[in-house]
């Protein structure tokens, strides 16, 4: 599997690590009761297709990336910087 | 139909020609009393227990594809009980206690083989943490014996002992470790439930859970509708899955393990070998093969195959603890879908659903448990009380921090076990 980081081009697998599905990116209030806490940190849709998950390219550039791709297929679609994503969620 | 020395050696005379099926192929009925999901090792050995332990009969275990399709059926079938935290240590102990008298139960040949695991070290720091893993071991009444290098050296001479980067220190020998005849376990287990009118369904796949007022009342299947007073999932990575047909969400990301067999080859591996620090463990097999594997390929997949970076990893884990390894050629590798719990631990527990239960999250580690989590969920389902060696695997752990059991002290989090 090779992964298209927007700043270094495509990349072996072997140089980002892996932090999993892109719920980082929507970190509850500090506030927030039990469940939504639980619901960040462990529950997961698992989804057995496509998937966004969050990759940092610890080998390359250093960016956090939010990769869309597929469990089943191996297949990647994209990637984008995660700051980029966050800023569209706002 | 039972299986014996004399029934063997009839049938061998008499041109095989008396054995029957180990399992009817019955159509689904309308309605049972417990229906589970899933027809893996996980699942079958609930089922038999619910009929052995519990005289309950009308019952349905519902396969979407052939029984022991799954992980049960391709994995590196090891046996053992070395397990450090309270919680796992007397669950997997209940466990080997079952598996050492699994054939006499079930009348079949598991090819259970008691050959010894030993887990190697690699330095005064390891050898102190496996010492006090060796103290829970014989605390929980199980069997663990510190070897020095020299010990080692007698039982695995093979090994590369004066290696730069890893050089053997000794290892923790749990001689009650071994191996078992993976697919036998889930025919076992199959025929014995079958036996006891438990009816086995192949082909069929629930597509939905049906649930009024927070009450289980059913399955939707591609077989129809079959209404039942209490369900049981036991998926394993397809865990997410199912529970979402419930309105859940699960602490469970799949991921893919791989494994590797050799050729056959004449006997060479005579116990299990784990060495951690390279992430890698091999078991001879008794048709020759090498079967061995090592760490998760480390990001959530459903592919049932894996990447190349992991093949080499573990192919260089190999090289450096046995190069002699290096003379053998792979004949085929393969991915299994674990579903893998923040904590590492497994989850047998009841849902917020009423009559809807759930056995998942055993990681890479779900095949010596298959016995004790039958066991285990078994009485769960039946009884509605958590039985007392599996009392501490909650789905709660999670949500309220408390008991969880992080047996590599890495953190309870998704991606570090």
């Known amino acids: 599997m090779r992964l298209p980081c927007p700043i270094c081009g495509e990349r072996d697998r072997r140089e980002f690590y892996y932090q999993g599905e892109a719920v980082a990116l929507d970190r509850p209030a500090p506030d927030a009761d039990e469940r939504a806490w639980d619901d960040y940190l462990h529950n997961r849709d698992n989804p057995a297709g496509e998937t966004r998950d969050l990759w940092y390219h610890d080998g390359g550039c250093g960016s956090w990336l939010v990769v869309h791709r597929n469990t089943i297929t191996h297949e990647v679609y994209s990637a984008e910087l995660a700051r980029d994503v966050k800023g569209r969620m706002k | ?417």
Not at chain 2, 31 to 54: C, P, Q
Not at chain 2, 66 to 94: C, D, K, M, P
Not at chain 2, 318 to 330: D, E, F, Q, R, S
Not at chain 2, 374 to 381: E, P, T, W, Y
């Open chain 2, 1 to 417: 139909m039972r299986f014996s020395a004399l029934r063997v050696l009839k049938e061998g005379l008499t041109g095989n020609k008396g054995w029957t099926p180990h399992w009817r192929d019955p159509q689904p009925k309308d309605e049972y009393d417990i229906v589970i999901i899933g027809g893996g090792g996980h699942g079958l050995s609930t089922a038999y227990y619910l009929a052995k332990n519990h005289g309950l009969r009308n019952i349905a275990v519902l396969e979407k594809g052939y029984l022991g399709g799954g992980n049960v059926g391709r994995n590196t079938t090891i046996v053992r009980a070395n397990y450090f935290l309270q919680g796992n240590s007397e669950f997997y102990s209940h466990s080997l206690k079952l598996w050492e008298n699994l054939e006499e139960d079930l009348n079949y040949n598991v090819m259970h083989s008691q050959r010894g695991l030993i887990n190697l070290f690699h330095s005064d720091g390891q050898r102190d943490a496996f010492v006090r893993r060796g103290n829970s071991m014989v605390n929980q009444g199980d069997d663990a014996i510190l070897l020095d290098r020299e010990g080692v050296r007698e039982h695995l001479p093979y090994l590369d002992f004066e290696q730069t980067r890893f050089p053997i220190y000794g290892g923790l020998y749990h001689p009650r470790g071994g191996t078992a005849r993976h697919d036998a376990v889930a025919w076992g287990y199959a025929r014995g439930a079958d036996e006891r009118g438990v009816d086995l369904i192949q082909n069929c796949e629930v597509t939905g859970i049906d649930i009024e007022n927070g009450k289980v009342k059913g399955v939707q299947t591609t077989r129809g509708a079959i209404k039942a007073k209490k369900v049981g999932i036991v998926v394993a990575g397809r865990s997410g899955q199912v529970a979402a047909m419930a309105g859940m969400r699960l602490p469970i990301e799949s991921h893919v393990l791989q494994a590797f067999v050799t050729e056959g080859l004449k006997p060479v591996i005579d116990h299990v070998v784990s060495f951690g620090m390279g992430h890698f463990y091999i078991s001879q097999s008794d048709k020759g093969g090498l079967v061995f594997g090592g760490d998760l390929d480390f990001y959530s997949s459903y592919a049932s195959r894996g990447n190349l970076p992991m093949k080499e990893h573990v192919m260089e884990a190999g090289m450096t603890l046995m190069p002699m390894i290096g003379k053998a050629k792979v004949l085929r590798s393969w991915g299994g879908i674990m579903d893998m719990t923040p904590d590492g631990s497994p989850i047998i527990d009841k849902t917020d659903i009423d009559g809807l239960y759930i056995d998942c999250g055993w990681c890479y580690g779900g095949f010596k448990a298959v016995p004790g989590s039958g066991f285990s969920f078994a009485h769960l389902m039946a009884t509605d009380n958590h039985h007392a060696p599996a009392a501490k695997y909650r789905l709660d752990r999670f949500r309220t921090g408390y008991g969880l059991m992080d047996e590599e002290g890495t953190g309870s989090q998704h991606n570090l076990h």
